[in-house]
């Protein structure tokens, strides 16, 4: 009958262990709510181990942050085929798949957690949003994106950070309708961006006419058009 004999680790092996025992802690409850006396339990390691690696619990939370925002920002990521409201469809299901993995986890990082005010927590944050604000105007096709494409796409990834925040507090709204209402949105901000600059309404008329009727984008316009009964009309001194 032989023992078993515990394996000692590297210590690049024994960090990448650390940071995901820590990753795992964090995503079901607010990191200020998790001890390093919990992450070196359930890393089966001493306290004093802990801070042989990593000089505190915010350099851990960090490193966590680290690996979770390289997770996040590959949500982000979609073959450019098809039509454009069908992949970003399928980006707010990967979004909201890594939300709910990681729900107090997300929403500490958003909402302050015990690296607020960490330039380097706060540059991995932003550099998520850089991430996402690429791709979508990779999809797009736009080299040279100008102003008014940039503020709709910033603003609508800001957008869906700020939706995901908000749907942690209660989930009272189903799931699957906030995803296709943050393709929606982006269809809505683009198009009073449209209404305003000859570029935009370019870009715009340009993506519609890769969408077929029954995609998201048509989606939206079927629901509007049955609101249109409803709308009272401007009266004619008020128009433009």
Known sequence: MTTGVRRRMGVEERRQQLIGVALELFSHRSPDDVSIDEIAAAAGISRPLVYHYFPGKQSLYEAALGRAADEL?????????GPLGARLLR?????????????PGFSALMRGGPA???????????????????????HLGVQDPPARLELVVRSWVSLAESTALIWLDGRRIPRSELEMQLVHDFAALAAVSAAYDQEMAGVVLRVLAQEPVDGPFGDLLTRLSMLAPSVPSVPPQRRP
């Open 91 to 103: 980006v707010m299901g990967r979004f909201f798949d890594f939300v709910e993995e990681h729900g």
């Open 73 to 81: 920002a590959a949500r982000f990521l979609e073959p450019p085929e």
């Open 116 to 138: 607020v005010g960490s330039s380097t927590a706060n540059a991995m944050i932003d550099g998520v949003r850089q991430a996402a604000y690429e791709q979508i105007i990779c």
